[in-house]
């Protein structure tokens, strides 16, 4: 079964930026949707943005506490997920993961990787 295994995660000063890569271990090719979530501090685990494959165009969504300043993006020859978070706020604290959908993910969780932003 394909793994995930996220990274990129670490100690930033808000403001900063991070990139955050999620890899399978295998191909995603057909994967037509995958996404970026994150878990804060006593808080459930929440959407943070998806990409989207239809043919030769790629569609991104984003949740609006993250919109224009985190981007999404995959390069499917490498079964890899990014995610270029900018403008980093202490609210982005979080473990991050990445899957195909929050509620009713096709793949096993990963370990996600641990995004503190200190103020």
């Known amino acids: 079964q394909v793994q995930l295994v996220e990274s990129g995660g670490g100690l930033v000063q808000a403001g900063g930026s991070l990139r955050l890569s999620c890899a399978a271990s295998?191909?995603?090719?057909?994967?037509?949707?995958m996404g970026w979530y994150r878990r804060a501090p006593r808080k459930q685990r929440e959407f943070v943005a998806r990409?989207?494959?239809?043919?030769?165009?790629?569609?991104?969504a984003y949740a609006d506490s993250v919109k224009g300043r985190f981007t999404i993006s995959r390069d499917n020859a490498k079964n890899t997920v990014y995610l270029q978070m900018n403008s980093l706020k202490p609210e982005d604290t979080a473990v991050y993961y990445c899957?195909?959908?929050?509620?009713?993910?096709?793949?096993?969780w990963g370990q996600g990787t641990q995004v503190t932003v200190s103020s």
């Open positions: 295998g191909s995603i090719f057909n994967i037509n949707t």
């Open positions: 899957n195909t959908d929050l509620n009713a993910p096709y793949y096993p």
């Open positions: 990409i989207t494959n239809l043919g030769s165009t790629n569609y991104a």
